[in-house]
């Protein structure tokens, strides 16, 4: 079987899908393709279908959280947004790696990739779960590790970690007050 | 509103019978929530519902599984984790790098060192930091031992699972002596710690190598032993011939990895794709499945211990002629020994600093991942230039194998799930997390 040559996938975006690519990023050998949300099922159908791409392997989807305690909200440094979201994708068939990145707001919602990886699937609920971030035309769009009634999302940079003040007898009254025990 | 509690606002727990949002809170939960992941005929009660887990011993920790029955047949399934989930990445932002790997063995508890080894090569990889060639070995030796560990406490309960009680005792005999050899290593049986960035903690010890040999030597003929029991074994055949069978297609579209994936016949090893940790020097196979069921993922997980041992033997060869040291010696990310203390000012200020500050890394991010016994474990790793990471997101192959039960599972018999369960080896910690 004849496999065709590997290409560089940042031209072969500029040559097919002109203006989709919004930057690329090196970094210990690592390619990062960075594309707007809306882009984000196009590019990467893209990069799993294109002869000598073939990124057909979806390793993993992480999201961070740019929010700075120290200078709040709105300054994200160089980053456009406040979260960024990666796809780590992997060629099968040319050994390689790849990261799509993305920035988006709290109220932007990413194309789902479930359409082109079922395996998708979790890891969005789960960014979902832990960032609140939204995933367009995602079938199953509800939490994952968290339990279905808690409020907030976890892996906020905002959200405290949290702990129970230890109880004494000065404050046991206090405390005790404001736990959720069961009432009659 | 004083309080002393200082959770914040949003951790409160509304009482009263309606929620936040003003809905009425009700303990049952509507079958109408379930409209579109069971078919519409558990909706008007044609299928039964049933509840399997999260206490139930064949779940292997807590996995809750929703069933929807048709009699004995599965329609659906839906499984529902977060049970053992303990916020070890919202933790591990709190904590310097150094600190972090205590926690990072807490996640998959079947293959510690796997964890660690993720943990650290992604914290080698943002500060660019050097791994000496003895560690590499050593390394290679842990990971494949803790390999030959994970591997059999499946095979035993995945094989007590299945109604074949005495291998789950004789798989138990040997992971114990494995543990025994993971104390002498880092004086910890199962949370070992023993990876760390730069290398290992510390070097070998003196009884280590001996206890190894020894292991080694009668370790091969034990596996001819549970393969006895269970290979050839015509009810062993019969419960997991042609079970929980995987197209090739389906494994890549579901991102399955590990022996789920390599039963189904594709051939993707991280050891032989992209090595690391001077892997591409070891020589051994890769097995491969070619039905995809549930007896090849146990042939291709049988095969492999075989494989770590020929890689445990060639490792052991390659200590010997291998010098260097056990850790790398820059000081601006790996404390100095303890004997240098007494002697030089330097060392004692790079002790205080990384005992304390810890080192600083790039704001930069990176994905590594490594062949865990279960499968591609990733790392993703955010530093913010200081000395804690902004974000570290773990890919475990448990939290995917998981996602892809209800495909694996729908249209066999109730009595096979728990074959189904057991051959894609899932361990709740490493999928919650």
């Not at chain 1, 930057?23 to 809306?38: N, S």
């Not at chain 1, 789902?112 to 699937?121: H, I, K």
């Not at chain 2, 789920?260 to 940790?277: F, H, Q, T, W």
Request: net charge negative; proline share 5%; hydrophobic share 35%.
């Amino acid at each position: 079987m004849h496999i065709p040559d590997a290409l560089a996938p940042a031209a072969t975006f500029e040559e097919h899908l002109p203006g989709v690519l919004k930057g690329t990023h090196e970094f210990r050998e690592e390619l990062t393709l960075i594309v707007d949300p809306a882009d984000i099922e196009r590019a990467i159908h893209f990069l799993r279908d294109t002869r000598g791409l073939i990124y057909n392997y979806l390793s993993d989807i992480s999201a961070v959280d740019y929010f700075d305690s120290v200078k709040g909200y709105g300054d994200y440094g160089d980053r456009p947004a406040r979260f960024g979201v990666s796809y780590h994708l992997y060629s099968l068939l040319y050994n390689r790696r790849i990261r799509v990145k993305t920035f988006v707001d709290e109220d932007v919602a990413i194309p789902t990739l479930t359409t082109l990886w079922e395996g998708a699937n979790w890891l969005e609920r789960e960014i979902f779960d832990m960032m609140g971030i939204h995933f367009d035309g995602h079938p199953n769009l509800r939490r994952v590790l968290m339990p279905a009634d808690w409020e907030g999302h976890p892996q906020r940079r905002d959200y405290p970690l949290g702990y129970e003040t230890v109880m004494f007898s000065f404050n046991a009254d206090e405390i005790n007050k404001h736990k959720p025990y069961v009432k009659e | 509103m004083a309080t002393t509690s200082k959770r914040p606002a949003a951790l409160e727990i509304p009482t009263g019978t309606e929620n936040a949002l003003g809905q009425a809170q009700t303990w049952e939960g509507s079958l109408e929530d379930l409209r579109g992941l069971v078919s519409d005929r558990a909706i008007t009660g044609e299928t039964m519902l049933l509840n399997l887990g999260p206490h139930h011993p064949s779940t292997h920790g807590v996995l809750r599984l929703l069933l929807e029955l048709d009699g004995e047949e599965i329609i659906s399934c839906l499984p529902d984790i977060g049970f053992l989930h303990t916020g070890i990445e919202k933790n591990i932002e709190s904590k310097t790098y150094e600190k972090a790997v205590t926690l990072t063995d807490r996640m998959d508890y079947l293959a510690p060192m796997s964890n660690n080894m993720v943990f650290s090569m992604a914290v080698e990889k943002l500060t660019g930091l050097d791994v000496p060639e003895r560690a590499q070995v050593i390394r290679v030796i842990c990971l494949e031992l803790t390999r030959l560990n994970s591997h059999l406490v499946w095979l035993g309960t995945h094989a007590m699972d299945l109604g074949a009680m005495s291998v789950f005792l004789y798989c138990f005999r040997e992971r114990e002596y494995i543990l025994d050899l993971f104390e002498k290593l880092g004086g910890q049986r199962m949370m070992t710690s023993y990876i760390r960035p730069g290398g290992v903690w510390r070097d070998l010890t003196e009884d280590f190598l001996p206890a190894l040999e020894k292991f080694l030597g009668y370790f091969p003929g034990r596996i001819d032993d549970y393969e006895k029991l269970l290979t050839d074994n015509p009810i062993w055949i019969d419960r997991t011939q042609g079970i929980g069978v995987v197209e090739p297609e389906e494994a890549i579209a579901l991102a399955l990895s590990g022996p789920c994936l390599r039963g189904s016949g594709v051939n993707y090893d991280i050891r032989k794709a992209m090595p690391y940790s001077g892997y591409e020097n070891y020589e051994f196979n890769v097995p491969l499945g070619e039905h995809g069921d549930v007896y090849d993922r146990y042939i291709i997980r049988v095969q492999e211990m075989r494989e770590s041992v020929k890689i445990i033997h060639q490792g052991i060869k390659k200590l010997a002629s291998t010098s260097g040291h056990f850790r790398s010696s820059n000081r601006k990310f790996v404390p100095p020994p303890r004997a240098e203390l007494g002697r030089s000012m330097e060392a004692v200020i790079h002790h205080f600093k990384l005992w304390t500050e810890g080192f600083s890394v790039p704001d930069e991010e990176v994905y590594v991942a490594i062949e865990s016994p279960r499968g591609e474990i990733g790392c993703y790793l955010h530093g913010t230039g200081g000395n804690k990471p902004r974000r570290v997101h773990f890919k475990t192959p448990s939290f995917i194998h998981i996602s892809a039960l209800g495909k694996l599972t729908s249209g066999h018999m109730l009595a096979d799930l728990v074959g189904i369960v057991g051959s894609i080896d899932c361990v709740l910690g490493d999928s919650d997390r």
